[in-house]
């Protein structure tokens, strides 16, 4: 009865505060909905369109069909770029791997000061890769880095030159990558080893198994859902660096250790071929989301068929 | 089946000392229950028998053999625990299988050995099955599985039913007890329920705050607890603990049961031990069961004794009626007929069975008679 009896005024204002309890959700998101809508969504939609045109320096509405898909596969730079993918992508994920699950597993034998080196070894990640790539780049160059100090050192023979040298130029890319990423993928397992039952592991010591076999037949098994995501982050990462590589050895030596990230930039920007550069962008669009869209599918249909 | 022994066993870390010397012996076949409320330390003795905790001093002897500085997989025993600790990425003939494995047993052996406890279990059927695709029972029998194929000296349970439901639990609780008559296997059993004691021990040793407060079968700590804190935690409801004072009474004595708001009440007791009648004049604690105090269904006999009582409240529980009744002033409960009904406030004669009566000291809470 009372509320029928309150002022107008009153009902108003509350009807108000209702209405805004609803909508504040999706008006506080609205904006970046549609910043994503626009920029990502509607420019992978105009680069789509673009790769099928014959645009050069500008956009041009001139069809092509797979005119720039055909130049794009028969151009010499971008098969070394693939190359390269392939070498830098294969090492960077299975180095970062290794060695994160490694110093996961150590950092997990209860040690002292944990925590300080765990912020140690995630650091890197907090950097840029512009940073990363510039400092990589004084360490490895021959002039004032590694080499350099091994000489002054007194050892005259240290040869140390990968990053002057177009066979080994690529190698220091997965050098600076697997500095970045691998403590980050030593957080995702060491949170993996966490959510272990402390039981299981002293079971299987009753049963007379061993540390390392205990880790071999036991643990590492039941963390393979951190290596789907830990595969799946570094693999698109893989094929999406492009800072990494400009800082440290701006795809060269020549064009030794070109991306096709690199690769598309150049088409794009410095090249006068926007429609080659699409075409490029939208195969490695294509190849992120091969990777990404099943992954993503499992992680949202996963839980609904594991529990029952 | 081995038996076993642990001599004055103690657990400190740092100054804090979780257990306080324990001496514990049992023989081969027996079924020994820790039992405490949490915190008393009975997890940590059963870790230190498995050998996943090291032990401060003191030692446990398994057979003959002083097994302290083994490692767990040397002691032949086996543990199943609370989380059943299945190894969740194998089937379920894997993990029963597993520790053969580790100890490089044949596999034509392995396989029998499965197919033998699959069969003694009854979950042959589930053998493929990953540990996530069973329910509760069926994962606590993969645990007893994989600790039964060991065929071990000594089996340590810890709180293996404590994750079932109430009904499945107490179908386990009769399993494991088959088992155990079956087996003829030495058995370590750890619980936090009373009950669970009493139903599965052949010997149970109480806890209390890393002290052993007594061993014995469960009809000895059931009828002569050592002290009120056993009488209190065996026992639902627990025993009743009643202050009074031992008076003379004609030629022998009487307990006087006196609340200082209402009029005191004295029972005549039957003929006493010394250790008793030196307790004259001072101020003891009674202790009663609530079967030994009830109406018509108590038969009378000679150390029966009629007491006026007020009933304060009855609880219907289906087989007997539980009743809270004013004895001298202090709450009691009883343990009537099943169809016992009795208006609140109802005032009349009682009986109380003088057989089970425990006394304690009222400062050391030791029995003493």
């Known amino acids: ?99 994160g699950l490694l110093i996961a597993i150590l950092l997990d034998q209860r040690i002292r000061h944990e925590g300080t080196l765990r912020a140690i070894f995630l650091y890197p990640m907090a950097l840029s890769f512009i940073v990363t790539g510039t400092a990589w780049k004084w360490i490895l160059n021959p002039g004032l880095g590694l080499e350099k100090l091994a000489h002054d050192w007194g050892w005259s023979s240290f040869h140390f030159d990968w990053i002057i040298n177009e066979q080994m130029a690529i190698y220091t890319i997965v050098i600076a990558g697997v500095w970045q990423a691998s403590g980050f993928v030593m957080a995702m397992f060491l949170a993996g080893l966490r959510g272990i039952d402390q039981d299981v592991i002293k079971a299987a010591s009753m049963d007379g198994a061993s540390l390392p076999l205990i880790y071999w037949r036991i643990i590492i098994p039941q963390l393979k859902p951190v290596f789907v995501s830990a595969l799946v982050i570094l693999t698109h990462l893989a094929i999406k660096s492009y800072e990494l590589v400009v800082a440290l050895t701006g795809a060269g030596p020549g064009y030794a250790t070109e991306l096709p990230s690199t690769f598309m930039y150049a088409h794009t920007f410095t090249r006068n071929q926007l429609g080659m550069g699409a075409a490029s962008a939208v195969m490695m669009l294509l190849t992120v989301a091969a990777i990404m869209v099943p992954y993503l599918y499992s992680e949202v249909r996963g839980p609904r068929t594991s529990s029952h | ?68 500085d083994l490692h767990p997989s040397k002691r032949d025993i086996a543990m199943v625990f609370q989380s059943y600790a299945l190894y969740p990425n194998m089937s379920v003939a894997e993990n029963i299988a597993f520790g053969m494995e580790m ?58 039913l404590s994750n079932l439901d109430a009904k499945l639990r107490v179908d386990m609780r009769t399993e494991i007890k088959k088992l155990h008559q079956r087996l003829k296997a030495t058995i370590v059993y750890v619980t936090h329920d009373q009950i669970e004691a009493m139903t599965l021990a052949t010997k149970i040793a109480v806890m ?22 056993v009488a209190s935690f065996i026992g639902s409801p627990s025993m009743n603990l009643i202050p009074g004072r031992l008076v003379p009474h004609g030629d022998g004595l009487a307990l006087e049961i006196e609340h200082n708001t209402t009029e005191g009440l004295q029972i005549p007791l039957p003929p006493q031990p010394d250790s008793v009648t030196a307790y004259v004049g001072k101020e003891i604690i009674a202790g009663l069961r609530p079967e030994a105090i009830g109406n018509g269904n108590l038969q009378k006999h000679e150390l029966t004794r009629q007491v006026q009582a007020d009933l304060v409240v009855t609880e219907p529980t289906g087989p007997d009626t539980l009743a809270i009744l004013k004895l001298g002033g202090f709450e009691v ?32 809470e030791q029995r003493i008679a």
């Open chain 2, 1 to 68: 089946m081995s038996s076993l022994h642990i001599q004055q066993v103690r657990k400190s870390y740092g100054s804090t000392d979780i257990l306080k010397g324990i001496d514990i012996g049992i023989d081969d076949g027996e079924f020994l229950v820790l039992v405490g409320p949490s915190g008393c330390g009975k997890s940590t003795l059963l870790s230190m028998i498995a050998g996943l905790d090291t032990v401060t001093s003191g030692d446990i002897l398994i057979g003959n053999q002083r097994v302290n």
């Open chain 2, 103 to 160: 100890r490089k047993v044949p596999k034509a052996e392995r396989e029998k050995a499965i197919q033998d406890v699959a069969k003694l279990l009854q979950m042959q059927h589930l053998l493929d099955r990953r540990p996530s695709q069973l329910s509760g029972g069926q994962r606590q029998r993969v645990a007893m599985g994989r600790a039964l194929v060991r065929h071990p000296q000594i089996f340590l349970f810890d709180e293996p």
């Open chain 2, 333 to 364: 409960t009883a343990r009537l007929e099943a169809d016992a009904t009795y208006p609140a406030g109802h005032r009349g004669l009682f009986t109380v069975d003088l057989t089970k009566l425990v006394m304690f000291d009222s400062q050391t």
């Open chain 1, 1 to 99: 009865m009372m509320t029928i009896a309150s002022s107008p005024r009153q009902t108003r204002a509350a009807s108000f505060a209702d209405w805004l309890e609803v909508r504040l959700p999706k008006l506080v998101l609205a904006p970046s909905v549609l910043i994503t809508l626009v920029f990502v969504y509607g420019f992978i939609a105009w680069t789509s369109i673009l790769s099928f045109t014959r645009s050069k320096t500008i956009p041009k509405m001139e069809w092509a069909g797979v005119l720039q898909y055909a130049k794009v596969l028969g151009h010499e730079r971008w098969h070394v770029a693939v190359h390269n993918l392939m070498i830098f992508g294969v090492l960077y994920v299975l180095i970062c791997m290794v060695l």
């Open chain 2, 208 to 229: 209390r705050n890393g002290e052993l407060q007594q061993l014995g079968s469960p009809s000895e700590v059931y009828n002569k607890p050592a002290n009120t804190f």
